[in-house]
T-cell receptor, first 113, second 112 residues
Framework: KQEVTQIPAALSVPEGENLVLNCSFTDSAIYNLQWFRQDPGKGLTSLLLIQSSQREQTSGRLNASLDKSSGRSTLYIAASQPGDSATYLCAVYYGGATNKLIFGTGTLLAVQP | DTAVSQTPKYLVTQMGNDKSIKCEQNLGHDTMYWYKQDSKKFLKIMFSYNNKELIINETVPNRFSPKSPDKAHLNLHINSLELGDSAVYFC???????????FGSGTRLTVV
């Protein structure tokens, strides 16, 4: 069964800290992996998309890595700010017969000023 | 200009009613989706359409019926609403499978 898990479920850090969010997936035959951010009561905002052939993607203070063989991805946030507080979702796309985006359980991040 | 727009944003209705949620995307994408986010914030796919053709239909009660009049629109009609249908429903689109998804802002459905 294709499952995606995120650890930790919740994280609280003081402003300015660097932090890492983890995502693991049971079936390593992924096509790509996408990190999203969801603010309370809002929709999903795409942060980074990593194709299966890539090892990492960067956007500003965000860096996402992918280790397909071990079934893991990490989202690194540098110099965290209170505005980074949100739920972060990892989603894995499987092509072929599956053909769908499977979401992780999410990490609720709170950055304290 | 909103890329993927859903209406209404909030929907409160009584059990047994029939309701529809509309979704439109102006990105020129070929594929559209409906996702359900439950009370524990877990997102799960319900349907996907590629160029008006149903591709994925997960284990969803047949009270839920998607309709795609053209590739820019994917509406969700729900018959005989139940309390357990209360959730946030998200519409999404992608250019093709595996090219990255764009989500709408969601429709919060509350069945009373």
């Amino acid at each position: 069964k294709q499952e995606v898990t995120q650890i930790p479920a919740a994280l609280s850090v003081p402003e300015g800290e660097n932090l890492v969010l983890n995502c693991s997936f049971t079936d390593s035959a992924i096509y790509n992996l996408q990190w999203f951010r969801q603010d309370p009561g809002k929709g999903l905002t795409s942060l980074l998309l990593i194709q299966s052939s890539q090892r990492e993607q960067t956007s500003g203070r965000l860096n996402a890595s992918l280790d397909k063989s071990s079934g893991r991805s990490t989202l690194y946030i540098a110099a965290s700010q209170p505005g980074d507080s949100a739920t972060y979702l990892c989603a894995v796309y499987y092509g072929g017969a599956t053909n769908k985006l499977i979401f992780g359980t999410g990490t609720l991040l709170a950055v304290q000023p | 200009d909103t890329a993927v727009s859903q209406t209404p944003k909030y929907l409160v209705t009584q059990m047994g009613n029939d309701k529809s949620i509309k979704c439109e995307q102006n990105l020129g994408h070929d594929t559209m989706y409906w996702y359900k986010q439950d009370s524990k914030k877990f997102l799960k796919i319900m349907f996907s359409y590629n160029n008006k053709e149903l591709i994925i239909n997960e284990t969803v009660p047949n009270r839920f019926s998607p309709k795609s009049p053209d590739k820019a629109h994917l509406n969700l009609h729900i018959n005989s609403l139940e309390l357990g249908d209360s959730a946030v429903y998200f519409c999404a689109s992608s250019q093709a499978y595996g090219t990255g998804y764009t989500f709408g802002s969601g429709t919060r459905l509350t069945v009373v």
